[in-house]
């Protein structure tokens, strides 16, 4: 059984970091694409940043350069470290993992519960 369980989330200033954790269960998560998602209030849910099985990460452009995707192979863990914050950045943010080693027009099957992130002064 495919588990996925995120921690992280929480209320920070603009310009302030966080960092999201998932921690994962029932498959090896540096043998496929997995990735993080986000949805704020009243609009669709976007990608964020994904990592494929050989360690090459995408970012969407609203993010590149402030965030970074990363996974502990050991801990079958995977990281979202989110730096220079801003409000439009307020969301539930979700980690997700898909069935293919390659993130190219992958679907994502698994999906954690998600984890609040709040940017605001």
């Known amino acids: 059984q495919v588990q996925l369980v995120e921690s992280g989330g929480g209320s920070v200033q603009p310009g302030g970091s966080l960092r999201l954790s998932c921690a994962t269960s029932?498959?090896?998560?540096?043998?496929?694409?997995s990735g993080w998602f986000r949805q704020a209030p009243g609009k669709e849910r976007e990608g964020v940043a994904r990592?494929?099985?050989?360690?090459?990460?995408e970012y969407s452009d609203s993010v590149e350069g402030r965030f970074t995707i990363s996974r502990d192979s050991a801990k079958n863990s995977l990281y979202l470290q989110m730096n220079s914050l801003k409000p439009e950045d307020t969301a539930l943010y979700y980690c997700?993992?898909?069935?293919?080693?390659?993130?190219?027009?992958?679907?994502?099957?698994?999906w954690g519960q998600g984890t609040q992130v709040t940017v605001s002064s």
């Open positions: 997700a993992a898909s069935v293919l080693i390659s993130c190219r027009n992958t679907e994502f099957p698994f």
């Open positions: 029932g498959y090896i998560l540096s043998n496929i694409c």
């Open positions: 990592i494929d099985r050989y360690g090459n990460t």
